[in-house]
């Protein structure tokens, strides 16, 4: 079977006008169906010849063999692709006006309809045009209660107070005295569908004549790489299908059954984080540096011609390749505002969207600084999985850039973002070269496939964290699973 999400590799081929017309101004619906037009075309039968031009056609007349019978492959993929994407985008944008404006005044004391307008005029808010009207993305709240001091002073319910920095600023003191820190961890993770998503799967199963739903799912694990060492596999809800090698790009477990009542796949698991500080101007770099991770990588790391002169004007009159990446981290840490995003699965060309648009999250900003370093000539490569800390993980992705003779260091755009939004310049400093002890890493590569691949579109195509969940070959994405993470242990190694 073909896995549907190769097609995002074409995905730059981009729409005939009117679907893209059509897209911009969200009438999905009529875009979906011109595309599904597109895909049914049999180009033989309208490829320009006597019965397209509504005439006989010669006696002893035969039709010379199309190249392209059923179009152009690229362009299909694209097609399948956008179409999905169509289909997803009224669940990513949901708000109105109205409805964004009583939702902020839920949460935020004094809030008004003009202060509203102030800040979508500011750009503060995601948003998009979903069947001609203006609607604002899901997380719009949360974006601006976390970027904006105002607003979160005037919360009605205030956030728990935490000692996060405190606790940042005494590790990197740690870091820069003795060299490196580490903590053992261990975190148990799980995924289910939602008893909706099953009930309706099951209904389907049985209008077919099957009496069970075939269901995967698959978990992030812990990867093997340089910051990971002592990991084990404590226990799992149930065998799995199969476990992918310590070394995979996207590292997961993944189970199969067919299922006549809802359950939850789960993983148990530990690991020691050890993170290395380094400081990428602390020494000289050599003359000569390696090519390895400098192409582009389609959809998303795409040497356009505005990332092209971003990189010249950044990195204009430097040589060495550890002041270019500096300028690179300063460019997307000083300047990107951080906005909670809708599914990746919905972007285009992330890299240039967030450059021009100068907003993104963690794995946007992260994505960008990697596509600026490998115009530039610098390797950097993608990592993700969870930020870690004492009773809480989350989803967190950042990126990793060579300079020898030093090797592999980190650079945590998102982070670095949020501590020049604190005034913090110490913090800044410290995520360009090395990270904390708060992590799990289960990818070391952006867009990878799965070990066994899913073959239906995935939630996130590009990144694997919380997990993904087909049922009878059809992938499962935003309430259709739930998903949880739970630290069971967090100590520092003395």
Not at 316 to 339: C, F, M, Q, W
Not at 398 to 421: E, H, L
């Amino acid at each position: 079977m073909y896995d549907l999400n190769e097609c995002i590799r074409s995905l730059n081929v981009g729409l005939p006008d009117d679907i893209a017309r059509l897209k911009a101004a969200g009438y999905y619906q009529e875009a979906i169906a011109r595309i599904d037009r597109l895909l049914a075309e049999d180009w033989t039968k309208t490829q320009n010849g006597p019965a397209s031009n509504g005439i006989a056609p010669p006696e002893g007349y035969v039709p010379p063999e199309n190249p392209t019978p059923h179009g152009v492959d690229a362009l299909r993929e694209a097609l399948t692709v956008q179409k999905e994407i169509m289909r997803r985008l009224p669940g990513e944008y949901c708000w109105t006006e109205a409805e964004a404006i009583a939702r902020m005044q839920e949460r935020v004391k004094d809030f008004t309809a003009e202060e509203f307008k102030k800040l979508d005029w500011e750009g503060r808010m995601d948003w998009r045009f979903v069947e001609g009207e203006k609607r604002y993305q899901a997380r719009f709240a949360e974006t601006l209660l976390a970027t904006h001091a105002d607003l979160a002073a005037r919360k009605l319910t205030p956030d728990a107070p935490n000692n996060k920095n405190q606790e940042r600023h005494r590790l990197h003191e740690k870091m820069e005295r003795e060299g490196s820190a580490s903590a053992d961890i261990t975190l148990r993770t799980s995924i289910r569908m939602s008893d909706e998503a099953f009930a309706a799967a099951l209904e389907k199963a049985r209008a077919e004549g099957r009496d069970a739903v075939h269901v995967r799912a698959w978990l992030a694990l812990p990867a093997a790489c340089p910051s990971q060492s002592h990991i084990t596999l404590d226990r799992f809800t149930e065998t799995p299908a199969h476990i992918a090698a310590e070394d995979a790009p996207q590292r997961t477990v993944c189970w199969e059954a067919d299922l006549t009542e809802n359950r939850t796949f789960g993983a148990e698991y530990s690991y020691r984080e050890t993170t290395v500080y380094a400081d990428p101007l602390s020494f000289t770099p050599d003359p000569e540096q390696p090519d390895l991770y400098t192409g582009e990588e389609a959809p998303h790391i795409v040497f356009t011609p505005y990332l092209r002169a971003l990189a010249a004007q950044l990195t204009e009159g430097i040589t060495s390749p550890a002041e270019k990446a500096k300028r690179i981290y300063d460019y997307v840490t000083l300047n990107v505002r951080y906005h909670f995003q809708p599914s990746y699965f919905v972007h285009e060309s992330i890299a240039e969207n967030c450059a021009r648009s100068r907003r993104g999250d963690c794995g946007i900003m992260a994505l960008t600084f990697i596509t600026l370093c490998r115009i530039a000539g610098i390797p950097a490569r993608w990592e993700s999985g969870f930020a870690v800390a004492p009773g809480d993980a989350g989803c967190h992705d950042w990126a990793r850039f060579y300079v020898a003779p030093k090797g592999w260091m980190y650079a945590d755009c998102s982070y670095g973002a949020s501590m020049a939004r604190r005034g913090d310049e110490v913090l800044r400093r410290h995520y360009f070269g090395s990270l904390d002890t708060g992590r799990m890493v289960a990818n070391s590569a952006f867009e990878a496939p799965f070990d066994p691949p899913m073959l239906g579109f995935r939630s996130d195509p590009y990144d694997n964290q919380s997990g993904e969940m087909e049922a009878d070959g059809v992938g499962l994405y935003g309430d259709d699973t739930v998903t949880t993470k739970e630290v069971l242990k967090f100590e520092e190694v003395e």
